[in-house]
């Protein structure tokens, strides 16, 4: 659909930009998307080289769709970022995990966060390999929830040291599984010193950065993360739509009764719930009902999705 009315301003120009740049498109792809002319893609391309609104990321607060960024934040969303995607070519990590770097970036510059919790996956590497270096030593990064050592390259373990390394800050790791044996007692685990002092920091965060995984083969916690006694379809069984910091959710947000939620190391979700500035990050059309069921919970006061997802959550909230 055209958008004349924002032609000329710099929301048009950045998400030429962004469809250019970040996802790769041409520039035919680019006109063909955005109802603009080829020839008005290649100006404005031009024009933000000239005024030097493209360096080594785009500098501009004008990244996200607005007009559903509204919708969503009307709809029961306390804040959205939302960004543009290449429909034909999606992908369902790299440009979120692009628009959560910049909304951090732009973030830290006004925020006087002392320590952030961090969960771990794909979207939140793609977030810290997005990230420009931005100095703040007195952070601290913590992790929320056990690791695995499989999937190693966006693991718990990574994901904190990996974001800790771009502020120049501090971290501390979760170090145990994601899932205790469940013949180990989680209470009495989670008791210990390490742990104990470990948890109490995550619950004094100034901030988490969240992901969701769903319940299939595309979720990388049912792919490397599940004990081999659970099944991915057991889970279903018992209502679970997905998970957020490996405890499986039902569509309205509740934990599923299931005994693997029990066997869970991390932040409980009642606490999470309690801290301020909850940041979702997450895309896909697979993903739409545990995000629902994250916002329903009270899991998110700032989700960054894209265009496609949000249109699809609209219609699953309205």
């Not at 919790?117 to 952070?139: C, F, I, K, N, Y």
């Not at 009642?270 to 629902?292: S, Y």
């Amino acid at each position: 659909m055209p958008r004349e009315a924002l032609e000329d301003g710099e929301g048009f120009v950045t998400e030429v930009c962004w469809r250019y740049y970040v996802n790769g498109q041409t520039q035919a792809e680019v006109a063909h998307d955005m109802g603009a002319t080829r020839l008005r893609v290649n100006q404005a391309i031009q024009k933000a080289k000239s005024t030097g609104l493209v360096k080594i990321q785009i500098e501009s607060p004008f990244i996200t769709r607005l007009e559903i960024q509204q919708r969503l934040e009307q709809a029961g969303v306390a804040k959205a970022v939302v960004v543009p995607v290449d429909h034909n070519n999606y992908d369902n990590h790299a440009p979120v995990g692009a628009a959560l770097a910049h909304y951090l970036s732009a973030t830290f510059k006004t925020e006087p966060w002392k320590r952030i919790g961090v969960s771990w996956g794909v979207t939140l590497q793609r977030a810290m390999e997005r990230m420009p270096l931005h100095p703040l030593p007195d952070l601290e990064v913590l992790a929320l929830m056990g690791g695995t050592s499989a999937g190693s390259s966006f693991n718990a373990f990574s994901i904190a040291s990996g974001f800790a390394e771009r502020f120049d800050a501090n971290y501390s790791h979760l170090v145990a599984p994601i899932y205790l044996p469940d013949d180990v007692n989680k209470d009495v685990f989670l008791s210990q010193e390490i742990y104990a002092s470990h948890i109490a920091r995550c619950l004094s965060a100034d901030a988490v950065l969240l992901v969701v995984g769903d319940v299939s083969d595309l979720s990388f916690m049912v792919k490397y993360g599940l004990p081999r006694d659970v099944s991915m379809q057991e889970l279903r069984d018992a209502g679970a739509v997905g998970d957020v910091l490996g405890r499986f959710l039902d569509a309205d947000g509740n934990e599923i009764d299931h005994p693997l939620n029990e066997r869970t190391v991390g932040v409980d979700l009642n606490a999470l719930a309690n801290i301020p500035n909850k940041i979702l990050t997450a895309a896909g059309e697979h993903k739409v009902p545990i995000i629902h069921a994250a916002i329903k919970r009270g899991l998110v006061d700032t989700l960054v999705t894209d265009d496609l997802t949000a249109e699809l959550l609209l219609k699953r909230m309205a």
